[in-house]
């Protein structure tokens, strides 16, 4: 699989999205949306109408990172809006289940990633730096992609974590080489600075934000991203050999 890059719209300006989204409509593979409930993270971003909204308007597909609760409720509804890729968190388990009944409050992963699929779209499995994916080693048949954090999800501009490095090769190791049917997602300070120890590692689809509407010209900054990334995955123990 090529390295793909999803910029993340976190750090556009949220009054001219569209814009944004043309800005790298050329260069990236995919638009990577972060949906904050100030529930799940401490923040809150936008929802199910911005995401109608921009799907109008944008030409690649939307890469939605959901960091809320109850993802059962709402996940799908991302996938049938039409978001081409729809991940939720593995630690949503714990959400708080205040207002809800007991037979609601389960977090059902497996039956909320077959709901994402069945509405069409990808189906992305999300740990946070301190999560183990190893518990998750089962659902992998369940998910068409794993998101490994190296932040704390809840805000743009983080410093990389290369605690995470390790758990990024385990996961490599737990879902295979070069043709693996799980993509491996980082997001998190990705930058010309981390991109390449994560492509060396064996994270294949790279998220940045800062990195990208930070930057004067956003399309050049993920072209440079991509070179790097591209670079790394060359020389790469993970892409030489299949499991
Ligand atoms: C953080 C979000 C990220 C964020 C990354 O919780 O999930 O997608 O936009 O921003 P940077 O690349 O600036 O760390
Ligand atoms: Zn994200």
């Given at each position: 699989?090529?390295?793909?890059?999803?910029?993340?719209?976190?750090?556009?300006?949220?009054?001219?999205?569209a814009d944004?989204?043309?800005?790298?409509?050329?260069?990236?593979?995919?638009l990577h949306?972060?949906?904050?409930?100030?529930?799940?993270?401490?923040?809150?971003?936008?929802?199910?109408?911005?995401?109608?909204?921009?799907?109008?308007?944008?030409?690649?597909?939307?890469?939605?990172?959901?960091?809320?609760?109850?993802?059962?409720?709402?996940?799908?509804?991302?996938?049938?809006?039409?978001?081409?890729?729809?991940?939720?968190?593995?630690?949503?388990?714990?959400?708080?289940?205040?207002?809800?009944?007991?037979?609601?409050?389960?977090?059902a992963p497996?039956?909320?990633?077959?709901?994402?699929?069945?509405?069409?779209?990808?189906?992305?499995?999300?740990?946070?730096?301190?999560?183990?994916?190893?518990?998750?080693?089962?659902?992998?048949?369940?998910?068409?992609?794993?998101?490994?954090?190296?932040?704390?999800?809840?805000?743009?501009?983080?410093?990389?974590?290369?605690?995470?490095?390790?758990?990024?090769?385990?996961?490599?190791?737990?879902?295979?080489?070069?043709?693996?049917?799980?993509?491996?997602?980082?997001?998190?300070?990705?930058?010309?600075?981390?991109?390449?120890?994560?492509?060396?590692?064996?994270?294949?689809?790279?998220?940045?934000?800062?990195?990208?509407?930070?930057?004067?010209?956003?399309?050049?900054?993920?072209?440079?991203?991509?070179?790097?990334?591209?670079?790394?995955?060359?020389?790469?123990?993970?892409?030489?050999?299949?499991?």
């Amino acid at each position: 699989m090529a390295v793909q890059i999803s910029p993340s719209i976190l750090s556009a300006d949220f009054a001219r999205l569209a814009d944004e989204a043309a800005a790298v409509a050329a260069a990236a593979d995919w638009l990577h949306v972060d949906v904050m409930d100030n529930h799940f993270v401490p923040n809150l971003t936008l929802g199910l109408p911005v995401v109608e909204s921009l799907l109008k308007h944008a030409t690649l597909p939307l890469d939605c990172h959901l960091m809320i609760d109850e993802p059962d409720r709402w996940a799908p509804q991302y996938a049938e809006a039409g978001a081409r890729n729809v991940t939720i968190h593995a630690e949503a388990v714990h959400a708080p289940v205040r207002t809800l009944r007991a037979a609601e409050a389960a977090h059902a992963p497996v039956r909320t990633l077959r709901a994402i699929r069945a509405a069409g779209a990808r189906a992305g499995l999300a740990v946070n730096p301190g999560t183990s994916v190893e518990p998750y080693e089962d659902l992998m048949s369940e998910i068409d992609m794993l998101l490994l954090m190296t932040v704390e999800p809840g805000f743009g501009g983080q410093p990389f974590l290369d605690m995470v490095l390790p758990k990024l090769r385990r996961a490599r190791a737990l879902i295979g080489g070069r043709d693996a049917a799980v993509w491996l997602q980082v997001d998190g300070g990705i930058g010309e600075e981390t991109i390449e120890r994560c492509a060396e590692a064996g994270a294949d689809v790279f998220v940045a934000g800062s990195a990208v509407f930070g930057s004067d010209d956003p399309a050049r900054a993920v072209q440079a991203l991509r070179a790097q990334a591209e670079h790394a995955t060359a020389h790469a123990a993970w892409a030489w050999h299949n499991r």
